[in-house]
Nanobody, 122 residues
Framework: QVNLVESGGGVVQAGGSLRLSCTAS????????MGWYRQAPGKQRESIAT???????DYLDSVKGRVAASRDNAKNTLYLLMDSLIPEDTAVYYC????????????????WGQGTQVTVSS
């Protein structure tokens, strides 16, 4: 069993910054790709940032230049630094990770966090 726990969400004014964190715990052997997704009310969940184990990143066009994903493999933790936030960034942000566990070996499994609310006020 693996748990992903996000933190760092909250209410911020437009133009402000937030840093989200996501820590994985459990019978983890290796964490492959990790990523951040978000879902705004009435919209589908969308991928905004992914990062491979060796640090290669990919971003949704609408957030490029405003967000940066990073990870600390020793701590099994994923981060998302968001700057110049706009009201359209308001959503629930979810952490995702593809994880190899002692019980799933040799296959890895996708896990999701419970989500953290980010609200950007104008």
């Amino acid at each position: 069993q693996v748990n992903l726990v996000e933190s760092g969400g909250g209410v911020v004014q437009a133009g402000g910054s937030l840093r989200l964190s996501c820590t994985a715990s459990g019978r983890i052997v290796n964490i492959n790709k990790m990523g951040w997704y978000r879902q705004a009310p009435g919209k589908q969940r969308e991928s905004i940032a992914t990062i491979t184990r060796d640090g290669r990143t990919d971003y949704l066009d609408s957030v490029k230049g405003r967000v940066a994903a990073s990870r600390d493999n020793a701590k099994n933790t994923l981060y998302l630094l968001m700057d110049s936030l706009i009201p359209e960034d308001t959503a629930v942000y979810y952490c995702h990770a593809n994880i190899l566990t002692t019980t799933s070996w040799p296959k890895s499994t996708d896990y999701w966090g419970q989500g953290t609310q980010v609200t950007v006020s104008s």
